[in-house]
């Protein structure tokens, strides 16, 4: 009974996963900017975003920190929208908007009722057009990053773990900072050091426009040429990030929190990007070591040996390169090198012996859940479809092949990367203490 239950319950996820299939129309206009639409129906919302392949990694190392600022900055106003104005434009017609930066890309978007599609492609097209920068809206701006890197990073516990990781796992690519980046960069840097930055990043070829929701394809088209075939076409950009040796060494290091009381041990193994199979598979080990709480980490370290107030891995996948990250916070007075021999003891078990059917079958049932439950929404299909074209290779049809790539990886495969990449010789450990 049990076995037909689990066949139904594939075979109906299976169904709704296809039922999914997120159908849309691409093109490109005269000045480079790729434009995707999808059109659905079914509530009377539609989402407008713009992602610009620029993030911390295309920052000089003496003005990190640049992308990030942009992403605010970008909202202080345009010619045609006075300072102070963006958000409230947005709100007053019913609307909500945000943006968000990484280290390969930023991503602005709006949420409007349908009727305010139109809203939406205009506030966008003025913030690639016609954008203001000048020195109060980037003295405004510093203020606001720096209370922000002072809310999220400086005063958070564990808020500079990843800063600490990345620092020592990149010796030579850009990935070495994170998109906070430095204030004292921010600060040193002059006004025209912004505007070149704008200048050369953030143009139509270096951009996508998806919108997602309760459009008319062909009225869309109109408004979009309308608004957006006039932004003059920036010069093209080339990327050659440097290249990193490989670490084969065991690395141990420590760094120093003056937020947390309770120490943490940490491990970092540089993994393949993100279009790799082989990033496919590690998510989907650290899926078996730490998603839930019937994990493999989670039930030995937190349930049963007690040891442990929290334990968990990630594989953290970026454009060109990713990081696979293990953490666990002790209980009580445990020491940090018991927890790292307990990690790294499930690690060993993932080399050299297949994870079960019942762990696999959990696994993937997880990642198609979602997977669902993103596409169920305007702005996560919106993203979507501007991310498979920026990273896989321009594949706007990634969204529809992502459930088949990840079904494709097997329990073999999950064995192979963690023989190929999870060893100690291959790794950052970082002991996560209190600062005294």
């Known amino acids: 009974m049990l076995k037909q239950t689990l066949v139904l319950f594939l075979m109906f996820t299976g169904a709704l996963a296809n039922a999914q299939k997120v159908a849309f129309t691409e093109y490109d206009l005269k000045n480079g900017l790729h434009v995707i639409l999808h059109q659905d129906k079914t509530a009377p919302v539609v989402a407008v975003s713009v992602m610009y392949h620029v993030g911390s990694k295309d920052e000089l190392t003496n003005r990190t920190g ?57 506030l966008e ?39 600490e990781i990345m620092k020592r796992l990149f010796v030579k690519h850009p990935y070495n900072w994170v998109p906070i980046g430095s204030m004292a960069d921010l600060d040193s840097a002059k006004l025209e050091e912004f505007i070149a930055f704008n200048k050369k990043y953030y143009v ?73 199979k082989e990033s496919l598979a590690l998510k989907l080990a650290s899926d078996v070591l730490s998603q839930g709480a019937s994990s ?57 012996e297949l994870i079960s059917e019942t762990e696999f079958t959990k696994i993937r049932n997880q990642y198609e859940n979602n997977y669902i439950g993103t596409n169920a929404k305007m702005l996560g299909v919106a993203e979507n479809l501007a991310g498979g074209y920026s990273f896989y290779n321009k594949n706007t ?4 092949e992502d459930l088949e790539e990840i079904r494709k990886v097997t329990k073999e495969d999950i064995q192979k990367v963690a023989k190929k990449y999870l060893n100690p010789n291959q790794r950052i450990v970082l002991y996560y203490l209190p600062k005294k």
């Open 66 to 122: 640049f992308a990030h600022f942009f992403e605010h900055l970008l909202f202080e106003g345009t010619a045609n929208i006075k300072r102070g104005e963006f958000m409230k434009i947005v709100s007053s017609n019913g609307g909500q908007n945000n943006a968000n930066t990484s280290q390969d890309r930023t991503f602005y978007y709006e949420i409007f009722p349908s009727n305010q599609l139109e809203t939406g492609i205009w």
């Open 125 to 163: 097209s003025e913030r690639m057009m016609h954008p203001v920068i000048n020195e109060i809206g980037v003295k405004t701006q510093n203020e606001v990053v720096k209370e922000e890197k002072r809310l999220r990073v400086d005063n958070q516990p564990y808020g500079n773990f990843l800063s």
């Open 204 to 276: 139509p070829n270096n951009a996508v426009l998806a919108i997602a929701g309760a459009i008319d394809i062909e009225k869309t088209k109109v408004l979009v040429e309308s608004y957006f075939g006039e932004v003059k076409m920036g010069a093209p950009i080339t990327r050659n990030p440097a290249r990193e040796e490989e670490i084969t060494r065991e690395m141990i290091d420590t760094a120093y929190d003056n937020n947390i009381q309770i120490p943490a041990i940490m491990t970092a193994y540089r993994t393949p990007g993100m279009t790799s």
């Open 296 to 352: 493999r980490m989670y039930k030995k370290m937190v349930d049963e040996k007690k040891n442990s107030l929290q334990v968990g891995s990630f594989n953290y996948a970026l454009e060109d390169y990713g990081a696979y990250i293990t953490y666990a916070l002790p209980n009580g007075d445990i020491k940090l090198p018991a927890l790292l021999k307990d990690m790294d003891e499930e690690i060993v078990k993932l080399q050299t």
């Open 397 to 400: 049809n990634h969204i529809n």
